[in-house]
């Protein structure tokens, strides 16, 4: 299967653990692979027969803005669902989310959260 890659989107938002961060918000970026039959559109040079990538951009960012919840990996499977749903043509998606800067005392690197999810799984 065809693999689309679409990495650093980048959106400000209001998901996290603590009260904190659901008030001052913080920097998140996402990493996207979407198995996609590219077939067709190597042979016809047509959007239509692809996965318009500013729709799924566009996307991610928005539920990156207006999210509110505790835990990363309920963000994750957020944007992977709505992404299984947006687009027809993609059959897998995976998803990394990045937190670049956590409120972890003495921690200074970032925190991922990786998944997989297919349209099997909806």
């Known amino acids: 299967m065809d693999c689309i890659h679409l990495?650093?989107?980048?959106g400000y938002?209001?998901?996290?653990?603590l009260p904190e961060e659901k008030?001052?918000?913080q920097w998140f970026e996402v990493d996207l692979k979407l198995w996609v039959d590219l077939a067709q559109a190597?042979?016809?040079?047509?959007i239509k027969?692809?996965?318009?990538y500013r729709n799924i951009i566009s996307l991610v960012q928005n539920l990156l803005k207006t999210s509110?919840?505790?835990?990363?990996?309920?963000?994750a499977g957020a944007i992977a669902d709505a992404i299984l749903q947006e687009?027809?043509?993609t059959t897998q998606v995976q998803v990394i989310l990045i937190k670049p800067a956590a409120p972890i005392p003495d921690f200074d690197g970032n925190i991922r959260i990786e998944l997989t999810r297919s349209k099997s799984n909806l």
């Open 7 to 10: 990495t650093g989107i980048r």
């Open 13 to 17: 938002g209001y998901v996290g653990y």
């Open 23 to 25: 008030i001052l918000g």
């Open 42 to 46: 190597t042979e016809t040079d047509a």
């Open 49 to 52: 027969d692809t996965v318009d």
């Open 68 to 75: 509110k919840f505790d835990l990363l990996e309920r963000l």
């Open 87 to 89: 687009s027809s043509l």
